[in-house]
């Protein structure tokens, strides 16, 4: 095949699953997917569940997971498991450990067929993810820090018709309707995912009307060829070698001790093998992996170092992820997994940018802050005589890399959602926020030191409310690398009654009771530094204390940088702190 | 009444001139940018058009001073004044990165934490008093800020959209001292909730306006010595018109200029076509402008960035940037697929063709190679590159590795921007709720009509337009846009707690405000349009459905259902069950100048219209196109592809199977 039409149908594949994306949230009407694009839409080979092609603006941490769950929907039906798929099929499917990630991230897929000599056959997988803001359970929103069992994390689904030869089964949505809550807005969700597929249905056609099957498999078949030779190039760049890092969740939720992820990278010939043994075995709470989420958070931290891969089965192919069985990074029946998405997937990826960033020091960064952030509030508000639930994310500092000082205030790795206006939760909830600020001196010093985490404290003004978060990285700061510092870790304060506490569990907690006046405190993390900070321009750190991002004493004992009166580099005292290397 | 007008566009290569006589006649001109001073380009056009400064009565200026001072980063030093807590608010964003993918990328503020001073002083979401204002402490900030050097100052309180009490005295107390008019309030400038957004919008005014004043005052002084005896009006992004003495106050809005005054030319031409559904696309070295115009108008939004972590939430044309130009790089990638873009060659060194060191072949350089390009046609070339030259590049990047001859490799380069861009340009359509394949692809800029038909044909577009004069479209942009002064106030409220009056009282006070700002202007106007919108959503949502309003003084029930058909024709859902909250009210008062007859513009030069031939590569084959003089072609005329239009400013490829007709206004419509 020519190099053109290959290139082109790379591109058209794309196309359609970045307009799947874009109808899916256009239509949604649930914030999670309209406003912050929490799912994705891909194509799926129609014999393994492959991944042939995934939209550009799916939410990162869905990257190669989905092809675990259309490979199982294909090992079910083969089984007898699961009604086989004809024409105008939805099947819905929830389930975690049959490929997914949480119980809020619901999967539709839709089979696709081509006319053949025999009438219909299945040429692939249409198929699509999307964050649900309720699936039942014991608290609202699906994120319990104490649930020690799937069951009290929602309603499970294993795959199901939803639709059957293009028409809604109202049983099963039923079913649906009576065990989540605000289950009438569902509705317009439900719609939306279908119509997402249809669309994808509709320009695949339009392909194969313009490439013809026979061009279109060839090429997909190729693409797939290319995109490993893609990753087998990079990995060759790495020197052959085996890479450790360990990466800790605070806890689980239920049990106060830390969350051991080892991870170790080895690149032999093409192959990068990525081995987690040593890892925590499976734990009580919510903390927990499915086996697809692992898998995705390798895949995710992959894509980060290489953003300009292409996300298709190829690209994984040379990726030898050792399933993680017996640690919680393989979790099975009936564990709790509802952190595995938003938390457990970060830890991941991190440890995968701290083995990475040794093989590729100039292209890898030392870790981000790495969590999500979530904080709920929910209570009455006496003022409107309604319930109210708000939520809060917040990003935190980046690593420092190479080339520069990490970004202040990130997304988490794992999204690409904004935080709301400090101006619009005052607008909708009873609160004031008394500060949303830098955390000063929360970046690790480095060369490039690590971008800072942020700092708010928010105030309940009116009623009595329950406050609940799950964040990480509480017990300790995002690593510095190559000889910079460590991040400040997340810190959560209560101030309740004029006294102040901290956490148990420091980072993730539920139903903790609020009085008006009451105020919550949260620093996030700050970046891992890179590099020596001794050997940091110190200019910059000059600068740095002038923006009042450290304290001079912080410039003198983590940057060895002695300032003068005026603010300046005294460059003698300089000299003296920083013995050995040039001023 | 003005006899002669000039329309005057400084873009980053030239500047052009659009003048229209007494007689309605048209004279143009297009001269190099000067880039350090643009004034004397602006004069050398004048020059060029063969006028002086004292012989033209009106002229309307677009101008990328402010525009390259963000770019490039070349602003005044600005001070903040700010809520104590929230000083950090302009640094911190919205919690983003610069891309999907990647951890790395960075970002600075356009005003250093030194420089952001916080002050007592609170006001809660319904606009009450938390904390008073300290007043003293705002006085001996703003001092500190002016001994630090800052030029410009920005006020920016939490919710002084609800309640502006604060910025004003704030800013009472800052006037007083500061030595310059360079204050601002963010509220006054927009008030409308989002910290970040506004805060940033406040600063970016802020950092270009001491630039743009003085950019403007030495531009009048300058016509002024040369005889000139009239106020300028400039563009603004809204794509309409403010007088020049009070540009400067809302320096901001003319930040994404250039590409609105291209919009609106563009709207203009289609009108009197009678073409009311387009794509625009301008394609230029690096980037491609692409804008909606459906039912005539073109498409406002309020919510665009200049750069990352720089959204300015004025109302603007929304003109939409896809990463694709002449400039981008074909490669090949580590797993052997072709690649075009992202990277560019820019202007340095530019593609191999500019003969300023560049060795990567581009997008530009393949269709020299085959001929859709006239070597000698190149402007601002350094050095004469051969033919030969880029086909060796093309054979030794491109051609050898993947098995296809150079002209091959051209082609498929050729092909391959033009699907990534045809891709991008869906999408911008497709989220405003528009089918691509319903409009008409209006192509103008240097690279636009090279590109144009091919480009349609990917996307599936069934006419291409393009207008006479391609190379000019932004200071004919100038030359037809009106007067226009926008206003926006959020209300914030579910609207069954919004009384009917309070909608009708601020949308008077709107209305008198623009009608103010139009008036002042000065200039000839022949009727006063007044547009309003609320801009509204479901309860819950955070993104904002624009929803016309037919009258100034709605009734409730006439807004709600203006929202849900609005709703209804974007996202194909009904709510009924959910509440409707109306976040913001805006009125847009356009002062309609003049018609202007852009016959006048086709008045089509004398000569011979057929040049002769020349090869030109398509489809895997040498053709021999027909190459024709597209300023001499005859209302009527009609031409077959494969042909070449060759003009000063543009070059048009009609691919092969394709055609064209020249109509009534000069426009090329070609059946793709």
């Known amino acids: 095949m020519d190099a053109l039409t290959l290139a082109v149908i790379q591109a058209g594949l794309v196309q359609v699953c970045n307009e799947m994306d874009l109808a899916f949230s256009r239509a949604a009407f649930s914030p999670v997917i309209a406003e912050a694009d929490d799912r994705s839409d891909g194509i799926y080979a129609a014999e393994d569940g492959a991944l042939i092609a995934q939209g550009e603006g799916g939410l990162p941490v869905f990257v190669g997971a989905m092809q675990h769950s259309a490979g199982h929907i294909i090992r079910l039906i083969r089984e007898g498991a699961v009604a086989p798929p004809e024409p105008g099929d939805v099947y819905i499917v929830n389930d975690p450990y049959l490929g997914g990630t949480h119980l809020m991230d619901v999967r539709f897929a839709r089979p696709f067929f081509v006319d053949g000599p025999g009438g219909p056959s299945l040429f692939c997988w249409l198929q699509n993810t999307g964050h649900w803001p309720d699936t039942g359970g014991m608290v609202p929103g699906g994120f319990s820090a104490h649930a020690t069992e799937v069951e009290q994390e929602g309603l499970r689904l294993p795959p199901v018709k939803l639709f059957k030869r293009g028409e809604m089964d109202r049983e099963i949505l039923s079913i649906i309707q009576s065990n989540i809550r605000v289950a009438d807005q569902r509705i317009g969700d439900i719609k939306a995912q279908a119509a997402a597929l249809l669309v994808g249905e509709r320009r695949l056609s339009e392909m194969i009307a313009r490439y013809g099957v026979a061009t279109l498999t060839d090429a997909i078949a190729l693409i797939r060829d290319r995109a490993a030779e893609r990753m087998r190039a990079e990995i060759r760049r790495m020197p052959e070698a085996t890479w450790r890092a360990e990466a800790f969740v605070d806890s689980d939720g239920v049990v106060d001790e830390p969350l051991r992820i080892a991870l170790s990278v080895t690149r032999r010939g093409d192959t990068l093998r990525f081995d987690f043994t040593g890892s925590s075995p499976p734990c009580q709470g919510p903390m927990n992996s499915v086996w697809a989420t692992t898998f995705s958070a390798v895949c995710l931290g992959v894509k980060h170092i290489f953003p300009d891969i292409p996300i298709n089965a190829g690209t994984f192919a040379p990726l030898d992820i050792i399933r993680p069985e017996g640690t919680f990074l393989d979790a099975r029946y009936p564990r709790p997994v509802s952190g595995c998405a938003a938390e457990v997937s970060q830890r991941i990826a991190e440890a995968v940018f701290l083995c990475l960033v040794q093989a590729l020091p100039d292209e890898v960064t030392a870790a981000p802050a790495g969590t999500s952030g979530n904080f709920a509030l929910g209570g009455v508000d006496p003022a409107r005589g309604a319930g109210y639930v708000m939520y809060q994310i917040t990003g935190g500092g980046y690593g420092g890399n190479a080339r520069e000082d990490g970004l202040t205030n990130g997304c988490s790795t794992i999204g690409i959602s904004k935080t709301a206006p400090v101006e619009v939760m005052e607008q909708y909830y009873p609160v004031l926020f008394r500060r949303f600020a830098l955390r000063e001196g929360s970046g690790g010093a480095g060369l490039h030191r690590g971008g800072f985490g942020v700092h708010y404290e928010v105030e309940l003004l009116r009623g009595d409310a329950r406050a609940s978060f799950v964040m990480d990285h509480g017990r300790f700061g995002p690593p510095g690398v190559l000889g910079g510092g460590d991040g400040a870790p997340n810190e959560v304060r209560l101030h309740r009654g004029g006294t102040t506490t901290i956490p148990q569990h420091l980072s993730k907690d539920q139903g903790i009771a609020l009085a008006p006046g009451d105020r919550v405190e949260v620093k996030t993390p700050g970046g891992g530094g890179y590099g020596d900070p001794f050997a940091r321009d110190a200019a910059l750190v000059a600068r740095d204390v002038g923006r009042g991002y450290y304290t001079r004493d912080e410039a003198a004992a983590l940057f060895g940088v002695a300032l003068g009166p005026d603010g300046g580099v005294d460059a003698a005292a300089t000299a003296a702190l920083r013995p050995g290397r040039a001023a | ?672």
């Open chain 2, 1 to 672: 009444m003005a006899r002669r007008i000039a329309g005057i566009d400084v873009g980053g290569t030239f500047t052009d001139l659009v003048m229209q006589e007494a007689d309605g006649s048209i004279r143009i001109a297009k001269v190099p940018t000067t880039a350090v001073n643009q004034a004397g380009g602006v004069l050398a056009a004048i020059e060029a058009a063969g006028t002086t400064p004292a012989g033209i009565d009106l002229i309307v200026h677009g101008t990328t001073a402010t525009t390259n001072a963000v770019l490039e980063r070349k602003l005044a030093k600005v001070g903040l004044i700010t809520t104590a807590g929230f000083r950090d608010v302009l640094e911190l964003g919205r919690r983003t990165r610069p891309r999907a993918y990647g951890m790395t990328g960075s970002f600075e503020p356009l005003v250093p934490r030194e420089w952001r001073r916080e002050v007592p002083g609170r006001m809660d979401a319904r606009g009450g008093v938390v904390t008073p204002l300290d007043e003293t402490a705002v006085e001996r900030e703003v001092r500190a800020l002016l001994a630090a050097g800052c030029e410009a100052l920005v006020i920016h309180f939490l919710h002084a959209y609800a309640n502006p009490a604060h910025e004003l005295r704030a800013g009472e107390i800052a006037r007083a001292i500061w030595p310059n008019g360079y204050v601002t309030l963010g509220h006054a400038l927009l008030s409308e909730f989002r910290e970040y957004e506004r805060g940033t919008t406040a600063s970016v005014n802020a950092a270009v306006q001491p630039v743009l004043d003085r950019y403007i005052r030495h531009l009048q002084d300058r016509l002024s010595e040369a005889g000139h005896r009239r106020d300028l009006l400039v563009m603004n992004g809204n794509g309409g018109t403010v007088p020049a003495r009070a540009v400067a106050a809302e320096a901001a809005k003319t930040v994404m200029s250039g590409p609105a005054s291209g919009v609106m030319a563009a709207a203009a031409t289609l009108a009197q076509s009678g073409v009311v559904n387009a794509i625009t696309c301008d394609m230029g070295g690096t980037s491609t402008d692409v804008a909606l115009i459906a039912g005539g108008a073109p498409e406002v939004s309020a919510e665009l960035s200049i750069a990352y972590g720089l959204p300015i939430h004025l109302p603007m044309v929304d003109v939409r940037t896809v990463g694709a130009g002449g400039g981008s790089i074909a490669w090949i990638d580590r797993g052997g697929m072709l690649r075009v873009g992202p990277e560019s060659a820019g202007s340095m060194p530019g593609p191999i063709c500019y003969g300023r060191g560049g060795t990567r072949p581009t997008v530009t350089d393949a269709n020299l190679l085959l001929g859709r390009l006239d070597p000698d046609a190149l402007l601002a070339t350094a050095r004469r590159v051969s033919v030969e030259e880029i086909r060796e590049a093309f054979a030794r990047e491109i051609g050898d590795p993947l098995g296809m001859t150079p002209e091959q490799a051209a082609e498929a380069v050729i092909r391959l921007a033009n699907v990534l861009m045809a891709g991008a340009i869906r999408m911008v359509s497709l989220s405003r709720g528009h089918d691509p394949r319903d409009f008409a692809l209006f192509a103008f800029g240097g690279a636009g009509p090279l590109h144009a038909v091919a480009l349609a044909r990917e996307i599936g577009i069934p006419e291409v337009f393009i207008p006479f004069r391609p190379g000019l479209t932004n200071a004919l942009g100038c030359l037809v846009a009106d007067l226009r002064q926008d206003v926006v106030n959020t209300l914030n409220h579910g609207l069954d707690d919004i009384a009917a009056e309070e909608i009708a009282d601020v949308l008077a006070a709107q209305e008198a405000r623009g009608r103010a700002g139009v008036e002042a202007g000065g200039a000839e106007v022949e009727r006063i349009e007044v547009h309003r919108v609320a801009e509204m959503q479901f309860r819950g949502q955070t993104h904002l459905i624009r929803v016309p309003l037919a009258s100034a003084t709605p009734s409730r029930a006439e807004v709600q259902a203006a929202f849900e058909a609005a709703y209804f024709a974007r996202f194909q859902v009904r709510l009924p069950e959910i509440r409707a909250v109306l976040v913001n009210l805006a009125t847009s008062v356009v002062g309609r100048r003049l018609p202007f007859d852009l016959r006048a513009l086709a008045a089509g030069e004398a000569g011979k219209a057929r040049l002769g031939s020349r090869p030109l590569y398509a489809d895997g084959a040498w053709h021999e196109a027909t190459v024709w003089r597209r300023e001499a072609l005859a209302e009527g005329t009609e031409v077959s592809g494969p042909a070449i239009l060759q003009q000063a400013d543009a070059t048009i490829v009609l691919e092969p199977g394709s055609s064209a007709t020249v109509d009534a206004l000069g426009n090329l419509r070609v059946r793709s």
